[in-house]
């Protein structure tokens, strides 16, 4: 476990269970930093930044391959599927595995601890409700 993880978690027992907000920033926290390290030299949160991958803000309950503009595979953008926290825990295991043919190069991320920490930053970048867009429940 990374240090500052370590040192977060530790700081968390002192405080106890009524600060479940201070848990939720440290989660999003982490998240942002083991991000930066897997994520970000290939996607941007921004989507004014240029971004060799698709911009990831508002990706939670997203339908995969849809954002505007941005040259997909077909394997994505045929996929049919939305980016639930599922979806993108078994892609971030192991994306070619949940779906071979795309243009993404393989990320391997079996931790389950930095699943959810990435999981809660993509969760603080989404803004809009996808969910009410797509028409899904
Ligand atoms: C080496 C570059 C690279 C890295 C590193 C990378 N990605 Fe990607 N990612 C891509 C590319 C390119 C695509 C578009 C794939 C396609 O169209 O087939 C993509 C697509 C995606 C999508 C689908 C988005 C959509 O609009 O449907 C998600 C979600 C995603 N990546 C998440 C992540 C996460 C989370 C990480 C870090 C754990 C990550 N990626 C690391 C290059 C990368």
Redesign the pocket.
């Known amino acids: 476990m990374p240090r500052f993880i370590a040192t977060a978690v530790a700081a968390l027992c002192l405080a106890g269970p009524a600060m479940a907000n201070v848990y939720e920033t440290i989660k999003i926290d982490a998240g942002k930093a ?2 930066d390290v ?6 941007a949160v921004d989507s004014t930044d240029p971004s ?5 803000e508002n ?1 939670l309950y ?6 505007p503009d ?8 045929a ?1 049919g599927i939305v ?1 639930t926290p599922a ?2 825990r078994a ?2 295991e192991d ?1 070619d595995g949940f ?1 071979p ?5 393989h ?1 391997g ?1 079996e931790d389950r601890t930095v699943q959810d920490f ?1 999981l809660a930053y ?1 969760t603080s970048i989404t803004t809009q409700d996808n969910r009410a867009i797509e028409g899904q429940d």
């Open positions: 083991l991000f897997q994520c970000r030299r290939c996607h060799y991958g698709p911009p990831l990706v997203r339908g995969a391959g849809t954002y941005y040259a997909y595979s077909t394997a994505l953008s996929s980016w979806a993108l892609w971030m994306n779906m043919g795309t243009k993404m190069r990320v991320i990435i993509l």
